[in-house]
């Protein structure tokens, strides 16, 4: 008779609770890891907003800012495609949705009373479950501060990102 060689059914059960452990370890770090890195994401393209609409102002919009036809400073997608148009930001961002983002924004034209205005906001595309993209939103306005909350819905006006928390970095 033949000495049979191999794995015990026992011993690749022991195994296979093994990989299990340390999968239940590891799966929740990663996905923190990509919430993490979702949110840094929204932060950098909140800042290239900001500077792509300071040129805008400067360039092309005769001292308004993009998304400045209706002026009145609702979230939309339009601001997004008029800094797109002339390459003032990339493509995906000029689509409104990255990194598991949804970008927005919205300016108000400038006045004989007050100067125009503009805001960004972005907010995280999934907010709950295991496939949750962030769990803060960000704006951005004219003056440059960024603001942050774990409110996840979209800010409203300019006034609204004005009136926000400073994101504490």
């Known amino acids: 008779m033949k000495s049979q060689k191999g794995f015990s059914l026992i011993e690749l059960l ?31 393209a909140s800042r290239t907003l900001h500077g792509a609409q300071m040129a ?6 005769n001292g ?12 939309s997608i339009t601001a997004l495609t008029h800094l797109g148009t ?23 034209v400038a006045s004989a009373s007050a100067p125009a205005q503009f ?26 501060v960024l603001m942050a909350d774990t409110t996840l819905t979209a800010y409203a006006t300019v006034a609204a990102v004005q009136a926000g928390t400073p994101l504490a970095n």
């Open 56 to 61: 805008y102002a400067s360039t092309y919009g």
């Open 14 to 44: 022991i195994v296979v609770v093994i990989i299990g452990i340390i999968a239940a370890i590891a799966i929740p770090n990663l996905l923190a890891a990509r919430r993490s890195a979702n949110e840094g994401s929204a932060v950098s």
């Open 119 to 144: 805001m960004f906001t972005a907010i995280p595309a999934t907010t709950t479950g295991v496939t949750q993209t962030g769990s803060r939103r960000f704006g951005i306005a004219t003056p440059g």
């Open 86 to 108: 002339p390459g003032l930001i990339d493509s995906v961002l000029a689509s409104g949705t990255k990194a598991g983002y949804v970008f927005t924004g919205g300016s108000i």
């Open 64 to 75: 308004n800012y993009s998304g400045a036809a209706t002026g009145t400073g609702t979230p």
